[in-house]
């Protein structure tokens, strides 16, 4: 079916315009000029959606998210169906999982695994990373067939000593092999080592409530971890992506990095944007442990939430994605209720990014066009899916949401879709709301109604990062 959407604003990372979006099938036709000849020709054969006082904006593409992740003994609450359900209610239409090699075994039996998990339960479409967990000369060979079978980013931890940590002579090894097949390094930026140590130090003196998370993964920590790992991205001259990035000493090395013309790009997400030690990781009780994440949310009290709304008005910071990670309170966070070190790390905000960022845009922080920039166009071009993802453009996939921004709306576990038994932005208060929502062409979500089925998403086969240099 043909349908014109018209009477709206089209926003892209270049700008805000009046104009009406023409597809037909999964695929973009054109953009029309609103009254032009084309357009009034257009009207006459298609199906026509009013969007006037709404924003047209190209789908959300979160790639960073955790559906279904093995962890602590449990699992993210959330799974394929119903992650990528609620992340359609946010607006987004591509997530990027992770595919997860364990300790002796190949990369393929890891990403066949997920792959496996994923066939036939996603109701949007998804791609995956591939984490590396046992850097070998096998696994290093491996590297180059991944990519070819279209995962093209590769994810290390210097965090989580035993278990996913990389020392620096494995980091170095996976960075130029990287420098050889044009994969895009992902990077926990952590020191793991010496977290380990304050956090042991920390429960030896009884120090064991959620808010002690926050106080063991020091800011330094993070600035330290960025600044070796963009130093040994150098040395094996191999692009860097550092994930969640929550500090603002990390971003000074970032910057830093940028500044000196290295190829190091950063992402942070929304909890870093909006929540604080003092006001959410150290709520009373046990509360706190519905913050707990890694990297952890930091002290309002040092602006770091400032210098992060800053580096995304400088690029400093590309991206913004999720980290989505859910567990319930109820017999997952409370796993670590005498041991902070044992709550399993993770928030759940997949369906609430869009929003979350918008509200930038209401405030002053950020433009219209950036909002997308950062949530849509610069992910795709990033993970190697643009122009199919990220963009209204002919050709590109008709991944299409079209947004109120005047809607007025509190967001509450009592109306967010993710399998969750609390929401870390309960109470929030928010304006813009998504709408309507089209996966490939296909109406998923209108007017408060979901519409879509898990099994429609399909596996993205990316292509290199177009940000390699």
Known sequence: MTILIKGGTVVSATGADPAEVLFDGEKIIALLQPGSELALSAEKGAEVVDATGRLVVPGGVDVHVHMGLPLLGTRASDDFESGTIAAAWGGTTTIVDFAAQERGQSLRDGLDTRLGE????????????????????????????????????????????????????????????????????????????????????????????????????????????????????KVGAAPLYIVHLSAKQALEQVSRARREGANVFAETCPQYLYFSLEDHLAKAGFDGAGYVCSTPVRSKHEHHQDELWTGLRTNDLAVVATDHCPFCMKDQKELGRNDFRAIPNGIGGVEHRMDMIFQGVVSGQISLPRWVELCSTTPARMMGMYPKKGTLQPGADADIVIYNPKKRWTISVDNHHMNMDYSAYEGIDVTGRVETVYSRGRRILHDECFEGRKGHGQFIRRSLSQYLI
């Not at 990287?178 to 020191?191: D, K, S, V």
């Open 118 to 233: 994923a066939e036939g339960e996603c109701a949007i479409d998804y791609g995956f990373h591939m984490t590396l967990a046992d850097v070998n000369k096998d696994s290093l060979a491996e590297m180059d067939h991944i990519v070819d079978e279209g995962v093209s980013s590769f994810k290390l931890f210097m965090a989580y000593p035993g278990t996913v940590y990389s020392d620096d002579a494995q980091i170095l090894r996976a960075m130029q092999q990287a420098a050889g097949n044009g994969a895009l390094m992902l990077m926990h930026a952590e020191n793991g080592i010496a977290i380990d140590v304050l956090a042991e130090q920390a429960v030896e003196r009884g120090e064991t409530a959620p808010v002690n998370h926050g106080y063991v993964r020091r800011a330094e920590l993070e600035a330290e971890a960025a600044f070796r790992a963009i130093q040994l991205a």
